[in-house]
């Protein structure tokens, strides 16, 4: 049985990989060792679970439905060592979670610290990232997302709630005027993080009441620190997420525009995976940083 486990462990990293080589090299194991033991695999069970070309590797049928098997057991065995160790009985163990990077770094990151000196069993390990990421591929147990959220069987817990916000420095405005609509926007240099829209219009409002500009993109940045110093710097007006410009409105180095035409404001959720046993080090986080961020967000 532990031989078969620990095939099922080394099939599912080769597909999560994308080749024996790259599973081989996460494994750190001898690519023959992999080969062999995935060709064994078939072997037993009579059948081809993966389709190997020059472009990678690729699942048949019965692969897709034989991982996703192996997938549900390796975490049943998973989650009763964890029983048995008493994860489940106290705040214990390693916990990975993922968030935007600026907003992790704001808010997360303080959440994460404060926390860890609170749970000295306790070890998590935070990837900050922009890019979407599945909890399940990645083997992650928490996400927090902003915006609003797909349908999935995810369980969500709301922490509040963030805003676009256009701004500009005092310097620019002196210099350029202040624009009072959106449409004033054509006469003025814009500043686009293109991860949150468009460098050719801007969207203002919601349904019946959107309103579409265009703007002049003098820099285009895939970064809301770029665009913020851009801002701060004097060559234009620049859109971001209310969390992100927040210090440097709060300094003075940039003046919020256009507050009343923003659309509604985007929730942002702390995500996991729905479980007939949640260890305590995730319920005692979740339990921590929902207020915690709230309060922050306020």
Aim: aromatic share 6%.
């Amino acid at each position: 049985m532990t031989d078969r486990l620990e095939t099922m462990s080394i099939f599912a990293q080769v597909v999560d990989a994308g080749s024996l080589t790259a599973g081989a090299r996460a494994l750190r194991m001898p690519i023959a060792t992999v080969s062999r033991r995935v060709a064994e695999l078939e072997t037993s069970l009579g059948a081809e679970l993966l389709l190997r070309s020059p472009r990678g590797l690729s699942l048949t049928d019965t692969g897709q439905t034989y991982l996703a098997a192996c997938r549900r057991i390796l975490e049943d065995v998973a989650e009763a060592e964890r029983n048995a160790s008493g994860e489940f009985k106290m705040p214990r163990g390693m916990l990975t979670m993922t968030a935007p990077v600026v907003f992790g770094r704001l808010h997360v990151l303080p959440t994460v610290t404060a926390f860890l000196r609170m749970f000295r069993e306790v070890d998590i390990r935070l990837e900050l990232t922009d890019r979407p990421v599945n909890l399940r591929e990645e083997h992650l147990d928490l996400a927090v997302r902003i915006g609003p959220l797909p349908d999935s069987d995810l369980i969500a817990r709301k922490v509040g709630e963030i805003c676009r916000i256009v701004c500009a420095s005092p310097a620019y405005l002196a210099e350029r005027g202040t624009p009072e609509t959106p449409h004033d926007l054509a006469q003025h240099d814009a500043i686009t993080f293109q991860n949150l829209m468009s460098p050719q219009d801007w969207r203002f409002g919601d349904g019946r009441e959107e309103i579409i500009v265009p703007v002049h993109s003098r820099l285009v940045v895939n970064t809301a620190e770029a665009a913020i110093d851009a801002a701060v710097r004097g060559l234009g007006v620049t859109r971001v997420l209310s969390y992100q410009a927040a210090d440097a409105i709060k300094a003075g180095r940039l003046v919020p525009l256009l507050q009343g035409f923003e659309p509604e404001p985007w929730p942002v959720h702390l995500l996991y995976e729905p479980r007939a046993m949640v260890p305590q080090k995730l319920r005692a986080f979740l339990d921590y940083a929902v207020t915690r961020i709230a309060d922050d967000l306020a």
